[in-house]
């Protein structure tokens, strides 16, 4: 399995942007799709998933109210949509993928918890 991400860039503070990420070759329905981000010197952080082929959707603290999951099944890609963007924002922002669903929700929110991971996009909000 291989995810393909795009859509970072350079913007500045209250812009948006918006990430993309393809799983080749697979049927995103089956898996649950996770974006995660890591800042410079810090841990990474859950940001957002997908699941239940896009009936269930999550967002971590600092994504809530600004940022949007969303899955298109027929182009098997999952975006994320963030407005508002702040310079605490600027992280490299990594898709996660594992197959299958958890009824249990907080195992979305383990970066553990998925097996496959993209390449990653720098995002850089300047103030």
């Known amino acids: 399995v291989q995810l393909q991400a795009s859509g970072g860039g350079l913007v500045q503070a209250g812009g948006s942007l918006r990430l993309s990420c393809t799983i080749a070759?697979?049927?995103?329905?089956?898996?649950?799709m996770g974006w995660f981000r890591q800042g410079l010197g810090k841990e990474r952080e859950f940001v957002a998933a997908d699941s239940w082929g896009g009936r269930a959707r999550y967002h971590g603290n600092s994504a809530k109210g600004r940022f949007t999951i969303s899955s298109d099944n027929a182009k098997n890609t999952v975006y994320l949509q963030m407005n508002s963007l702040k310079p605490e924002d600027t992280a490299v922002y990594y898709c996660?993928?594992?197959?299958?669903?958890?009824?249990?929700?907080?195992?979305?929110?383990?970066?553990?918890?998925?097996?496959?991971w993209g390449q990653g996009t720098q995002v850089t909000v300047s103030s």
């Open positions: 996660a993928a594992t197959r299958g669903s958890y009824v249990e929700s907080s195992y979305y929110y383990s970066a553990g918890t998925y097996d496959v």
């Open positions: 070759g697979r049927t995103i329905s089956d898996y649950t």
